[in-house]
């Protein structure tokens, strides 16, 4: 079945370490997408990338950093410089033409040690 | 800032029809309203999205008044496994695509 795969479902990390959540899609997606999403709130979106080798800073991006070397994956790392990275990730995917939705991922919680 | 807003929680009984509005008074004239839901730690589930006209599928229908400026989603027969938080979504343009921007959505609760 076409979806989009996140993992690792959970993820820990220690104070100061990069972290890489993974995504994929299967759905020959142009766009994809990574949002946050904190306790009781909406999503906000990190970084999103239109085309292979090519992305934007979305609403709050710093102390992430993305890569788009395939079509198909769009890792999302969060680095030491995010301070409070604690936060359940997101991935969606659209074929970026005409009004089409986005789709997502079942998510990855980050959680710090 | 979320263009959409929608009324914090809402139950319904189930096997009743949920109604779910959404007010988007500053949609522009060809902006799609779109509809997700989302059980708990799970990724948003697209439901529905549409123009102007009413739309139907398998799991809701979307009613858009005639000024656009809100819209209703409904669940026909509502189930206990309907209880989410749906969002509303109108997409804001940014540097050549489009991004979602969630406010904080309807908490549907389905009560047996």
């Known amino acids: 079945d076409g979806g989009i795969t996140q993992s690792p479902k959970y993820l820990f990390r220690k104070e100061g370490q990069n972290v890489t959540l993974s995504c994929e899609q299967n759905?020959?997606?142009?766009?994809m997408y990574w949002y946050r999403q904190d306790p009781g709130q909406g999503l906000r979106l990190i970084y999103y990338?239109?085309?292979?080798?090519?992305?934007q800073k979305g609403d709050i991006a710093e102390g992430y950093s993305v890569s788009r070397e395939k079509k198909e994956s769009f890792p999302l790392t969060v680095t030491s410089a995010q301070k409070n990275p604690t936060a359940f990730y997101l991935c969606a995917s659209s074929t970026d033409r005409g009004n089409q939705p986005q789709h997502f991922g079942d998510g990855t919680r980050l959680s710090i040690l | 800032d979320a263009k959409t807003t929608q009324p914090p929680s809402m139950d319904c009984a189930e096997g009743r029809a949920a109604n779910l509005p959404c007010n988007h008074s500053?949609?522009?004239?060809?902006?799609?309203v779109y509809w997700y839901r989302q059980i708990h730690s799970q990724g948003p589930q697209y439901i529905i999205h549409g123009l102007k006209n009413n739309e139907t599928n398998e799991m809701a229908s979307l009613i858009i008044t005639e000024d656009r400026k809100s819209s209703t989603l409904i669940l026909p027969h509502a189930t206990l496994r309907d209880t989410a938080v749906y969002y509303c979504?109108?997409?804001?343009?940014?540097?050549?695509?489009?991004?979602?921007?969630f406010g904080t959505g309807t908490r549907l609760k389905v009560l047996a």
């Open positions: 990338s239109q085309i292979v080798n090519d992305f």
């Open positions: 979504i109108v997409r804001v343009p940014t540097s050549g695509t489009y991004k979602y921007i």
């Open positions: 759905l020959n997606h142009d766009a």
């Open positions: 500053t949609i522009s004239g060809n902006e799609y």
